[in-house]
């Protein structure tokens, strides 16, 4: 998969994430929620177009990092909705598995750009 690709996959995930998150119910929980997992999840796009941009080795692992702290905490809120939602479970699967695999990415890249150092 090339950098384009990736890219757009970042920003399909975060779409997919707003998508799901506009139709979770109406609570105050939800809505704090709603907020924390949009902004986590639209955050990894943004943090690896920043990684595409690097100026060294050293910067690219800090900024993939960072795309890799974002999934793990889109996914904690991921099952926080799931434990409090369960009905939202069949809407959830995809989502869950396309951070899985894009956190599985991210962490190869780190492990490849660390073994380049």
């Keep these: 998969m090339d950098i384009e690709q990736l890219k757009n996959r970042f920003k ?3 779409i997919q994430v707003i998508l799901f998150a506009r139709e ?41 990092k960072i795309v890799e702290e974002e999934l793990d905490e889109t996914m904690y809120w991921l099952e926080i909705l799931a434990s409090l939602y369960p009905n939202c479970k069949k809407e959830l699967t995809p989502v869950w598995k396309e951070a899985n695999e894009l956190l599985a990415i991210t962490v190869a890249s780190i492990k490849k750009a660390r073994s380049n150092k």
């Design 12 to 14: 399909e995930f975060a």
């Design 24 to 64: 979770l119910p109406k609570g105050t929980e939800y809505k704090i929620i709603q907020g924390q997992i949009i902004r986590s999840a639209s955050s990894t796009g943004a943090n690896y177009r920043a990684a595409c941009r690097a100026k060294s080795q050293a910067d690219f692992i800090n900024k993939m």
